[in-house]
């Protein structure tokens, strides 16, 4: 019994961990670059390597709890803005840019001018370019596949454009931003970048409302399993607890 509300507790948990995810992707499904989270599970007796297991707790105890998230890097679909500073990454690489905990790398392409002519990102980072933060020059400025920005034929900047090794943990911090190992980010030699295009988040919203539904119920039926659990003990309890002398 004993293993069952366990069991029934460390679901319940897992699953709340799982919906905060699930409602997280829900609401920046209209996010411009954004990359849903996945969560994963492990098996209990997996966390417990190098203990000895009978074969009745390996039994009992083989239940699964939340083992964390990965982010999905799938490519959203691309949504044509018309605007010269919408910029949107056709390969995996991404946009570099400034802020005040470092370096950082998003694939929102939705940038603006400050009233310096510095290129900055929709929440106020500057972009960066091979050799610094970005600054144009006033008026229609063309910006190529690979990155080159143009003005009447001459080159203003180059956009920093990464990429990453497969396998290479990047952590998503917030606002579509992601924080990368110290060295790992290497030029984007096979860029494909299109102007006035915007990627979309790659969260469709129709299966992450039923994720978020399925989510919901099974931690319900977690919740009303762990109160027959609760009732039986302490049904368990009355009964013994008169008969202890």
């Known amino acids: 019994m004993d293993s069952g509300f366990y069991a029934a507790c460390t679901g319940l948990l897992a699953k709340t961990d799982a919906l905060e995810l699930a409602a997280n992707n829900l609401a920046n499904v209209s996010t411009t670059g954004y990359k849903s989270g996945m969560e994963f599970y492990r098996s209990l007796t997996a966390s417990m390597s190098g203990r000895h297991l009978s074969p009745l707790n390996q039994a ?18 691309l949504a044509r803005t018309g605007n010269d500073l919408d910029l949107a990454l056709e390969d995996s690489g991404f946009f570099a840019v400034q802020t005040p905990a470092g370096v950082r790398y998003t694939r929102n392409g939705s940038f603006h001018t400050d009233a310096s002519g510095r290129l900055m990102t929709s929440t106020g980072n500057p ?37 990453f090794a497969p396998g290479t943990s990047l952590l998503p911090e917030g606002n579509s931003l992601f924080s990368a190992p110290q060295g790992s980010e290497r030029p984007d030699g096979d860029a494909r970048l ?11 919203p129709v299966v992450g409302a039923v994720s978020l539904m399925a989510l919901q119920r099974h931690a319900a039926l977690l919740q009303r399993a762990l ?19």
């Open 127 to 163: 972009v960066l370019g091979e050799v610094g933060p970005i600054t144009l020059p006033g008026g229609t400025i063309s910006i190529s596949s690979d990155g080159t920005i143009s003005q009447q034929g001459a080159v203003v900047a180059s956009l920093k454009l990464v990429t």
């Open 60 to 77: 009992v105890n083989d239940y699964g709890v939340l083992g964390g998230a990965v982010v999905d890097m799938t490519k959203g679909e």
């Open 194 to 204: 299109s102007q006035g295009m915007l990627e979309s988040s790659n969260q469709n």
């Open 227 to 245: 109160s027959i659990f609760h009732t039986t003990f302490n049904g368990t309890a009355a009964q013994e607890l008169p008969k202890v002398s």
